[in-house]
């Protein structure tokens, strides 16, 4: 609880100081959520100005501002059930606040200098854009009362949990945005993954686990799924780095079987919630589902066809690949889905030299590129790295020492009593966990490397690991249990000369919001233009664009729909050497009634 107190606190502060929030006017707040955090505020703008919550509701399931002149389904397409929840919530905290006529905020005039208006500013629960903020970081404090948790179950010891809290803290420029980026989907969904690693942790160490406890599982992956579109990704890896633990002989056949039910159930439930999204069914991770499924019903025939050992474990790894690549790209064709199209592109990029119109899109900011080499030396100064490598190199010599023992006997498993398909003895299925969680780091680790974004994934699960230099099963060599407490003591007190350095660097981050061009263009949109009045321009700006003047708008940030993508390529036509009657030809066919055309778009460098 006080970890989760504390990082609550840290998040709060953090935003506090960068943006001076409390004092900023409704206007400057929305133009705060700059990009696509803006397109999705203004969704849980609309539901909780709408008359009533199910007509906000219909509004969002039927809008037409986003994609002018089509109706479409904001909720299946952007993952808006955090908005959904959030404005259902405050419209009834300020309705029973209303009833009591007890004041949920304070507000009061701000004189901006500078020859600027003076603005009124309110700061409380009862400001929508507070409210929204303030849920966010709860959530998020929430996630570090988890990690302790997770970190104390994982190394067996109390102490585990202190180490993963303290170098989350520690390394906290590189395990998390959400004090920047408060809106962005990452920050609703990942605290229901780490919630989802600790159940399956229980999982893997249980010998049979419960239902209550298969449902939990099911219920931390739907919260994971629904309100963010890549969480499939970081799905596929999880599934993958379990399938290889199964191939070692880690994770007994029926387990892993009740585990890929659960994820299939969760998909289903989550395609059904998303009103039909067929990404979600055209997606290697419900491809790979189906194959490893079938490749465990059949490892009765590949254990008649190949020989056990390194031979059958090769092709059914290979059998995965092969099926998971066939599977996705016929549902793709069948289902005529390519809105994912761009991922692959993305990837092809990052090896060929391959790019387009989207891969450059996404390249060109940092973010998507690969990891900065800065990343390992941050690392390496708090100890994280170190400490993770000396963990999973006491991990993989432990599981090499299996492997040789297996291939040595003949690749008979230890023990299987009545083909209860479960690992073998309590030290299987304890070593179960920490194979599996090994294998997560190296995914996340390859999906950092490729995308800096994805290291979200990577430095939080490295801050996990670390709890382990509190394992007896893996450190109970150093002595008894208080010179392994002195150990442990004196590597978190070298780990505190950089991470103190870096919580003091984060703290003096202080700054105030203020975008006085952009506050003048949405000023001059609202006054100067009707309200049926559509807009084109820059992505980032259309998000503003609709959030602040409900202007009908032709493109936006969220990239993630085939048709979208063609719609900004068209826009940005604006800014290439294409004739000005093909560039006007191209916005007419779009109904679009005025471009906002930003100068510095045509004279910044390029990365």
Same mark, same amino acid.
């Given at each position: 609880?006080l970890s989760g107190y504390l990082h609550w606190h840290h998040l709060s502060q953090l935003f506090e100081n960068d943006?001076?929030?409390?004092?900023?006017?409704?206007?400057?707040?929305?133009?705060?959520?700059?990009?696509?955090?803006?397109?999705?505020?203004?969704?849980?703008?609309?539901?909780?100005?709408?008359? %009533?919550?199910?007509?906000?509701?219909?509004?969002?399931?039927?809008?037409?501002?986003?994609?002018?002149?089509?109706?479409?389904?904001?909720?299946?397409?952007?993952?808006? @059930?955090? /908005?959904?929840?959030?404005?259902?919530?405050? =419209?009834? @905290?300020?309705?029973?606040?209303?009833?009591?006529?007890?004041?949920?905020?304070?507000c009061w005039s701000i004189n901006r200098g500078e020859g600027l208006t003076p603005v009124d500013s309110c700061e409380?629960?009862?400001?929508?854009?507070?409210?929204?903020?303030?849920?966010?970081?709860?959530?998020?404090?929430?996630?570090?009362?988890?990690?302790?948790?997770?970190?104390?179950?994982?190394?067996?010891?109390?102490?585990?949990?202190?180490?993963?809290?303290?170098?989350?803290?520690?390394?906290?420029?590189?395990?998390?945005?959400?004090?920047?980026?408060?809106?962005?989907?990452?920050?609703?969904?990942?605290?229901?993954?780490?919630?989802?690693?600790?159940?399956?942790?229980?999982?893997?160490?249980?010998?049979?686990?419960?239902?209550?406890?298969?449902?939990?599982?099911?219920?931390?992956?739907?919260?994971?799924?629904?309100?963010?579109?890549?969480?499939?990704?970081?799905?596929?890896?999880?599934?993958?780095?379990?399938?290889?633990?199964?191939?070692?002989?880690?994770?007994?056949?029926?387990?892993?079987?009740?585990?890929?039910?659960?994820?299939?159930?969760?998909?289903?439930?989550?395609?059904?919630?998303?009103?039909?999204?067929?990404?979600?069914?055209?997606?290697?991770?419900?491809?790979?589902?189906?194959?490893?499924?079938?490749?465990?019903?059949?490892?009765?025939?590949?254990?008649?066809?190949?020989?056990?050992?390194?031979?059958?474990?090769?092709?059914?790894?290979?059998?995965?690949?092969?099926?998971?690549?066939?599977?996705?790209?016929?549902?793709?064709?069948?289902?005529?889905?390519?809105?994912?199209?761009?991922?692959?592109?993305?990837?092809? %990029?990052?090896?060929?030299?391959?790019?387009?119109?989207?891969?450059?899109?996404?390249?060109?900011?940092? /973010?998507?590129?690969?990891?900065?080499?800065?990343?390992?030396? =941050?690392?390496?100064?708090?100890?994280?790295?170190?400490?993770?490598?000396?963990?999973?190199?006491?991990?993989?010599?432990?599981?090499?020492?299996?492997?040789?023992?297996?291939?040595?006997?003949?690749?008979?498993?230890?023990?299987?009593?009545?083909?209860?398909?479960?690992?073998?003895?309590?030290?299987?299925?304890?070593?179960?966990?920490?194979?599996?969680?090994?294998?997560?780091?190296?995914?996340?680790?390859?999906?950092?490397?490729?995308?800096?974004?994805?290291?979200?994934?990577?430095?939080?699960?490295?801050?996990?690991?670390?709890?382990?230099?509190?394992?007896?099963?893996?450190?109970?060599?150093?002595? /008894?249990?208080?010179?392994?407490?002195?150990?442990?003591?004196?590597?978190?007190?070298?780990?505190?000369?950089?991470?103190?350095?870096?919580?003091?660097?984060?703290?003096?981050?202080?700054?105030?919001?203020?975008?006085?061009?952009?506050?003048?263009?949405?000023?001059?949109?609202?006054?100067?233009?009707?309200?049926?009045?559509?807009?084109?321009?820059?992505?980032?700006?259309?998000?503003?664009?609709?959030?602040?003047?409900?202007?009908?708008?032709?493109?936006?940030?969220?990239?993630?729909?085939?048709?979208?993508? /063609?719609?900004?390529?068209?826009?940005?036509?604006m800014y290439s050497r294409m004739s000005g009657e093909t560039v006007k030809r191209n916005l007419m066919k779009l109904?679009?009634?005025?471009?906002?055309?930003?100068?510095?778009?045509?004279?910044?460098?390029? =990365?």
């Amino acid at each position: 609880a006080l970890s989760g107190y504390l990082h609550w606190h840290h998040l709060s502060q953090l935003f506090e100081n960068d943006r001076h929030f409390s004092h900023l006017s409704n206007l400057e707040k929305e133009m705060a959520f700059r990009t696509e955090m803006g397109l999705y505020y203004s969704y849980y703008k609309t539901i909780i100005e709408a008359p %009533s919550f199910l007509d906000g509701l219909h509004m969002v399931m039927n809008d037409r501002l986003t994609e002018y002149p089509l109706v479409i389904n904001t909720l299946k397409r952007f993952n808006l @059930y955090p /908005e959904v929840v959030l404005a259902s919530w405050y =419209r009834m @905290y300020t309705c029973v606040m209303g009833y009591f006529r007890i004041p949920t905020k304070m507000c009061w005039s701000i004189n901006r200098g500078e020859g600027l208006t003076p603005v009124d500013s309110c700061e409380g629960m009862g400001d929508p854009a507070y409210f929204y903020v303030t849920c966010v970081f709860l959530l998020n404090g929430a996630m570090m009362s988890l990690f302790f948790i997770y970190g104390a179950y994982l190394s067996g010891s109390r102490l585990g949990g202190i180490v993963t809290t303290m170098c989350f803290f520690f390394n906290h420029g590189e395990s998390t945005r959400v004090m920047w980026t408060p809106p962005l989907r990452e920050s609703f969904a990942y605290p229901f993954l780490v919630l989802q690693m600790l159940l399956l942790t229980y999982i893997l160490r249980t010998r049979n686990p419960s239902r209550t406890a298969m449902v939990a599982l099911g219920i931390s992956n739907l919260c994971f799924m629904l309100p963010w579109q890549f969480a499939q990704f970081v799905l596929l890896t999880q599934v993958a780095s379990l399938f290889a633990s199964y191939i070692l002989g880690y994770l007994g056949a029926a387990k892993m079987q009740s585990i890929l039910v659960t994820h299939m159930i969760t998909l289903g439930v989550c395609f059904i919630l998303m009103f039909g999204n067929s990404m979600l069914l055209t997606s290697f991770y419900a491809s790979s589902l189906v194959s490893i499924w079938a490749i465990i019903a059949l490892r009765d025939r590949f254990a008649q066809v190949f020989k056990p050992g390194i031979v059958i474990w090769v092709m059914q790894g290979l059998a995965w690949v092969g099926f998971t690549i066939l599977l996705k790209f016929m549902l793709s064709t069948i289902l005529c889905a390519s809105d994912d199209a761009h991922i692959s592109g993305l990837i092809k %990029s990052k090896f060929t030299s391959y790019k387009d119109f989207h891969t450059l899109m996404y390249t060109c900011a940092a /973010e998507f590129d690969f990891i900065e080499l800065e990343t390992p030396l =941050r690392y390496l100064k708090t100890l994280l790295l170190p400490i993770n490598m000396l963990v999973v190199a006491v991990i993989t010599w432990r599981t090499v020492q299996d492997v040789v023992r297996f291939l040595r006997d003949g690749g008979k498993v230890p023990v299987k009593a009545d083909d209860v398909d479960e690992a073998a003895g309590s030290e299987i299925v304890g070593k179960g966990e920490l194979v599996y969680h090994s294998l997560q780091l190296v995914a996340f680790a390859v999906l950092a490397i490729l995308i800096m974004r994805l290291k979200l994934f990577l430095t939080p699960h490295m801050c996990i690991m670390a709890s382990l230099i509190c394992s007896k099963q893996l450190f109970g060599w150093i002595g /008894e249990k208080f010179k392994h407490q002195t150990v442990v003591f004196a590597v978190m007190a070298i780990m505190a000369i950089q991470g103190v350095a870096n919580l003091q660097a984060q703290w003096a981050i202080i700054g105030e919001f203020s975008n006085l061009p952009q506050e003048e263009l949405l000023d001059w949109i609202q006054d100067n233009t009707r309200p049926d009045s559509v807009f084109a321009g820059a992505m980032p700006t259309m998000a503003s664009v609709k959030l602040s003047t409900g202007r009908p708008i032709v493109n936006h940030p969220h990239y993630e729909d085939a048709g979208l993508r /063609e719609r900004t390529k068209l826009v940005y036509s604006m800014y290439s050497r294409m004739s000005g009657e093909t560039v006007k030809r191209n916005l007419m066919k779009l109904g679009v009634d005025f471009f906002v055309l930003e100068d510095s778009w045509c004279t910044r460098r390029t =990365r």
